[in-house]
Structures are given as C-alpha cells and as structure tokens.
Nanobody
Framework: QVQLKESGGGLMQSGDSLKLSCVVS????????MGWFRQAPGKEREFIAA????????HYSDSLQGRFVITRDNAKNTVYLQTSHLKPEDTAVYYC?????????????????WGQGTQVTVSS
C-alpha cells in the first residue's frame, strides 16, 4: 500500500518562503506521477502543480504558475513544493497525491493515493 506523508507546514509570516516535503513509502516512487493540492477553509480542493516520474515534465495551475515550484528526488522518494513570498490567502491544508498511471494531471479524481495534509497558516 502506497503511503504519503507531508511535512514542512506551520505558522508563517506574510512574505516568508516555504518548502513542503512529501515522502512516499510502500510503492515504486519512480513510477508515480505526483501532484500538490491545497484546500482553504470553506473552499474546494485546488490544484497547484504536478510532476512526472522523471522530474522533467511538470504542469502548473494557470492561476498559481510562477509562485510555486514542484520538484522531486527519486533517490529519496520525496516530492517537494516551494514558494516564496507567502500571502495570507495561501493559508490552507496542503496535500500531496500520487498517480500510478503516471498522468501529470490537475484532476484530483485521477490520483490514486493521498497524504493526510499539512497545515500552512500565513499571518499578515
């Protein structure tokens, strides 16, 4: 069973940088496409970015592109999400997800495995 565990969230200040990690266990990480999503209070889950198994191909949300960077380290079974200049509207629970069909997709329903999320709270 593939398991995902996010880390790196917490209480941040507006303007801070952020690097989230997601460690994958129980599967062949290099065969998984990975994605990051977030869900703010009272809002639907929002796609941020996805990355293919090689790390070469990526896909970003049009509305968020330029603010977030997704990368992966297959030797560490880890996918990362980085951003700088956090804003209060970035406050949300951030989730990583894995797709064993290797689709680099913004569609949450296509992902097979999900982490429990890490809370990011940005104060102004």
């Amino acid at each position: 069973q593939v398991q995902l565990k996010e880390s790196g969230g917490g209480l941040m200040q507006s303007g801070d940088s952020l690097k989230l990690s997601c460690v994958v266990s129980g599967g062949t990480f290099s065969e998984l496409a990975m994605g990051w999503f977030r869900q703010a209070p009272g809002k639907e889950r929002e796609f941020i970015a996805a990355i293919g198994w090689t790390g070469i191909y990526t896909h970003y949300s049009d509305s968020l592109q330029g603010r977030f960077v997704i990368t992966r380290d297959n030797a560490k079974n880890t996918v990362y999400l980085q951003t700088s200049h956090l804003k209060p509207e970035d406050t949300a629970v951030y989730y990583c997800a894995a797709d064993d069909a290797q689709s680099i997709t913004p569609v949450a329903e296509w992902y097979d495995y999900w982490g429990q999320g890490t809370q990011v709270t940005v104060s102004s």
